[in-house]
């Protein structure tokens, strides 16, 4: 699979706080650690990029919060990067500033996803977000000034306390900035976080109307001219967030940093999510501790049913018909949840409000 791959993923962990409902591989605070990790990063580059193909087609920078790390470390991290058509950096709204934004413009990065949740603030309160609904419009215009054309808003809906009334207005002041993504995703309660302590019987009790308040956003979205390609994203015309349709389409990608993913022809591994065993295997030369599965063909076939039904474009039938359980397409059919058309099989309006639960129904018992 050398030089095969054209999606890269790096994990920058460090974060201000962690947020009660957060599950992701984070660390609070480590100024002091994160020269130390862009260094670890950059030699992990150097030891697995091979499998990068030329011309890299998107570089996406996570978190964590990217932009929490320390500007020299990061900068130094995004000038190491190779090119791509595509370059994303995560960014919490608090951290944008003039001399951010200019630092990822002279960098290549040309997408900045932020991750707003809400303009709420007794609604920001509850998920422990450190930015204010000022912070997120100041972020938009210092981004904007800085000549960013492509900019995408992270929102959740479901967030305790949240009404209909509380969810229109926060689709109204999205809209009002004018982002070219949205992604809109509902409140999980993951397990093991304080947020389910604290919350996930609540979440629990109003898990019914949640299709409901899904349906709000979609019928907003779309009535704004966003198109809904992606059971969670919106986007304006051409703005698909490229990296993440790799994923949804089954591509190839490479991960880097503790926590990160990769997946590489029939090979999937983990990076452990210890800094300082991270750390000490690549100073000396060695790949990090890992996790690896292979992959064989069914569980393969099986991702590709799953992840592209979240697709509004048909999925073809001949890719992934051995995954498919004949009866249940039947009775997904009848019950006008999925369609097969010119060769592709796609999910209908209806059946992509039930999403996964269709997408379940359909596949082979493993």
């Known amino acids: 699979m050398s030089g095969a791959v054209s999606h890269l993923y790096v994990h920058l962990p460090f974060c201000a706080h962690r947020c009660g409902y957060c599950d992701f591989v984070t660390l609070v605070g480590r100024a002091g650690s994160h ?27 996570g978190g964590g919060t990217p932009t929490y790390t320390d500007a020299g470390a990061l900068e130094r991290l995004l000038a190491a990067l190779p090119d791509a058509a595509e370059v994303t950096v995560e960014a919490n709204p608090e951290t944008v500033t003039p001399e951010l934004a200019r630092l990822l413009s002279r ?25 204010q609904p000022s912070d997120i419009r100041r972020s938009m215009h210092v981004l904007r000034d800085a000549g960013f054309e492509n900019i995408s808003l992270d929102l959740l809906y479901g967030i305790p306390g949240q009404t209909p009334a509380d969810l229109d207005a926060d689709i109204e002041a999205a809209l009002a900035l004018e982002p070219e993504h949205v992604s809109y995703y509902e409140l999980e309660a993951k397990p093991g976080t304080r947020f389910t302590h604290a919350h996930g019987a609540e979440l629990g009790r109003q898990a019914e109307a949640m299709e409901i308040y899904f349906e709000r956003v979609v019928d907003a979205l779309v009535g704004a001219g966003y198109r809904w390609y992606e059971t969670a994203n919106f986007c304006r015309p051409g703005r698909e967030a490229r990296h993440n349709l790799g994923y949804w389409l089954g591509r190839d990608y490479l991960g880097l940093g503790i926590g ?16 300082a065993r991270y750390a000490a295997a690549l100073a000396a030369g060695e790949a990090p501790p890992r996790e690896v599965e292979e992959l064989d063909r069914e569980t393969k076939l099986r991702e590709r049913l799953m992840l ?19 009866d249940a397409l039947a009775r997904a059919e009848s019950l006008g949840l999925a369609v097969r058309r010119d060769g592709g099989l796609a999910l209908t309006e209806r059946g992509r409000y039930l999403g996964g639960a269709v997408t379940a129904e ?3 018992a493993p």
């Open 260 to 275: 990160a993913v990769s997946t590489v022809g029939a090979r999937r591994w983990r990076n452990a999510p210890s800094l």
């Open 107 to 131: 960098n290549r990065v040309n997408r900045v996803s932020l991750g707003a949740q809400s303009f709420n603030t007794a609604l920001l309160a509850v998920l422990e977000r450190r930015a």
């Open 35 to 61: 020269d130390a990790y862009v260094d670890a990063v950059l030699a992990e580059l150097s030891l697995e990029g091979g499998v990068l193909g030329s011309p890299v087609e998107t570089v996406f920078v």
């Open 362 to 364: 359909l596949m082979t």
């Open 308 to 326: 592209g039904l979240r697709l509004d474009r048909p999925l073809p039938f001949r890719e992934v018909e051995e995954a498919v359980e004949p």
